[in-house]
């Protein structure tokens, strides 16, 4: 499934999968700032796409952060911080309930 993280009810959806046996993995691909993801979507608009207004945006940004850090990355079974802004992608960070493995820690750090 695809989400901002912006909303902490997918924290039960991901309990309950992981109830019933399943193992989940968070992919979550970052932009480094709301104004690159404000970019996106007006070419996504101007493609024929839905449009998000901008202020929308900003919070979705921050609150996905911030519940990614306090939310979710505590309870899934392994994650992987992706940078989409760049090319080829480059792998931020990732980890499991066991360890972290970060990749760029200048990156990490402007994300925490």
Request: one cysteine or more; a neutral charge; aromatic letters at 10%.
């Amino acid at each position: 499934m695809e989400t901002t993280l912006a909303t902490r009810s997918y924290s039960e959806l991901v309990k309950r999968a992981q109830e019933k046996g399943y193992k989940v993995t968070l992919l979550y691909f970052w932009l480094s700032s709301p104004e690159l993801a404000v970019e996106r979507v007006a070419r996504r608009v101007s493609e024929g796409g839905h449009n998000i207004p901008k202020d929308v945006i900003y919070r979705r940004y921050e609150k996905g952060l911030k519940n990614l850090f306090d939310i979710f990355i505590p309870i899934v079974d392994s994650w992987m911080i992706v940078d989409n802004g760049v090319e080829p992608r480059e792998v931020i960070a990732e980890g499991d309930i066991n360890e972290i493995n970060i990749c760029c820690v200048e990156k990490f750090e402007k994300i925490k």
